[in-house]
């Protein structure tokens, strides 16, 4: 069964240093996107991707985030200089298609942890 | 008011037995409506898509109440392996962004 994979499941990072977090979406799919599940709370949506550009993007992506899609197959998401809050589990989802009614397919996720 | 709210539970319930909750939704213009499972520390996984004219799946049945703007998810027979952290996910109309709700917790005891 085709899967979401992210790498690497987990990263450790000291505060004010640049992290990539790596997603392989389905092959067939269209749409992406990027959550982020702080420790004990709700699943937060960062960014979606779509035809190689943004689509949305919450109040928690600010300018030191940012998404690429530098081949055919990779999706990544940059934090330029992270912070300790910034710890958490961040899931990457793809989706076949941006129709409504499709569920979206969600990444092991990376576990990241600022120190 | 947020997005989407859920009874947080926990809901503790012997096996066999019957449990429900329920999801509120704050824009009447939402289109499509989603239960994802999550277990801890782990992917949320899609449970069941939720129809306008309800629908079941196995042990689970999912509502949807436009009027009163709420999902619900009732799970019948409950087994062990039902422990975890379900999760209201709401799309609106004009945007694909999936909204999470909190998750409702479900234990499931022997």
């Known amino acids: 069964e085709p899967e979401v994979t992210q790498t690497p499941s987990h990263q450790v990072t000291q505060m004010g240093q640049e992290v990539i977090l790596r997603c392989v979406p389905i092959?067939?799919?269209?749409?992406f996107y990027w959550y982020r599940q702080i420790l004990g709370q709700k699943v937060e949506f960062l960014v979606s991707f779509y035809n190689n550009e943004i689509s949305e993007k919450s109040e928690i992506f600010d300018d030191q985030f940012s998404v690429e899609r530098p081949d055919g197959s990779n999706f990544t998401l940059k934090i330029r200089s992270t912070k300790l809050e910034d710890s958490a589990m961040y899931f990457c989802a793809s989706r076949h298609y941006p129709n409504r009614v499709t569920e979206a397919f969600f990444g092991q996720g990376t576990r990241l942890t600022v120190v | 008011r947020k997005e989407v709210e859920q009874d947080p539970g926990p809901f503790n319930v012997p096996e066999g037995a019957t449990v429900a909750f329920n999801c509120t939704y704050s824009n009447s213009a939402s289109q499509s409506f989603f239960w994802y499972r999550q277990d801890c520390r782990k992917e949320p996984k899609l449970l069941m898509s939720v129809y306008s004219s309800g629908n079941e799946d196995g042990r689970f049945t999912a509502q949807l109440n436009r009027a009163s703007q709420y999902i619900s998810l009732l799970i019948r027979d409950s087994k062990l392996s039902d422990s975890a952290t379900y999760l209201c996910?709401?799309?609106?109309?004009?945007?694909?962004?999936?909204?999470f709700g909190a998750g409702t917790t479900v234990t499931v005891r022997a």
């Open positions: 996910v709401v799309v609106l109309s004009n945007d694909y962004k999936l909204s």
């Open positions: 092959s067939n799919h269209l749409y």
